[in-house]
């Protein structure tokens, strides 16, 4: 059982459009983080939450965690196909900080 | 950030034989761990290898199958031993950022195993 529900599996879209991850939990995480990994290489850090109610934005990506620390979502606005990628929520929850849990992914891809 | 190399990033090996994967990270590190990946899947945790003591393993997980080094702060070798084609997969190696409170953790490029 994942300690992280991640939703949707597979997002295929259009270069333009805007898309959304979620990630959910029924228990708290001192910290979320979100990766994109591209084939052939290793998930790398897009960002990390630590507050509850926390927004963080990074050019065209918009992170946000939950009030009560249990969920977080990834928007990308006008998607470009440089988006293209696996998406992996990850978080130390407060019951075991020392080791990650990851969700199951998100598999994008923005077609030209 | 943390940087993380790892050897070999991709090897081809007959079963019943045996790979080593070296993780080395570019600054001390409490602890450092040790996943596999089946393409386009998530990561699974095998172990957490501590500098100084024996690496601790997860369930489905053991050290007759997945022996682990960790001489120091910033060096930790994962063999997978006696070979099957279920092996094949990508192991990738993490440290968290710093000595401290964990809080985020990088991940090093991977390496891409096909057993035959």
């Known amino acids: 059982t994942q300690l992280l529900e991640q939703s949707p599996q597979f997002l295929s879209i259009q270069e333009g459009e805007n898309l959304t991850v979620y990630c959910n939990s029924s228990s708290v995480f001192s910290s979320l983080q979100w990766y994109r990994q591209e084939p052939g290489e290793g998930p790398v850090l897009l960002v990390t939450?630590?507050?509850?109610?926390e927004v963080k934005k990074l050019k065209r990506l918009t992170f946000q965690f939950g009030d009560a620390r249990k969920d977080s979502s990834l928007h990308i606005t006008a998607a470009q196909p440089g988006d293209t990628g696996l998406y992996l929520c990850a978080g130390f929850p407060l019951s075991n900080d020392y080791k990650l849990s990851f969700g199951a992914g998100t598999t994008v891809t923005v077609r030209a | 950030s943390a940087v993380i190399s790892q050897k070999p990033s991709r090897d081809i090996c007959q079963r019943g034989t045996s790979l080593t994967i070296q993780c080395q990270v570019d600054s001390q590190v409490t602890m450092m761990f040790w996943y596999r990946q089946q393409p386009g899947q998530s990561l699974t945790l095998i172990a957490t290898?501590?500098?100084?003591?024996?690496?601790?393993?997860e369930s489905g997980f053991v050290i007759d199958k997945f022996p682990i080094s960790r001489p120091n702060l910033t060096f930790s070798t994962l063999t997978v031993s006696n070979l099957s084609p279920e092996d094949s997969s990508i192991y990738l190696c993490?440290?968290?950022?710093?000595?401290?409170?964990?809080?985020?953790?990088?991940f090093g490029p991977g390496t891409r195993l096909l057993v035959l």
């Open positions: 939450v630590v507050t509850g109610g």
């Open positions: 290898a501590n500098q100084g003591s024996e690496a601790t393993y």
């Open positions: 993490s440290a968290p950022k710093g000595l401290g409170r964990l809080e985020t953790q990088y």
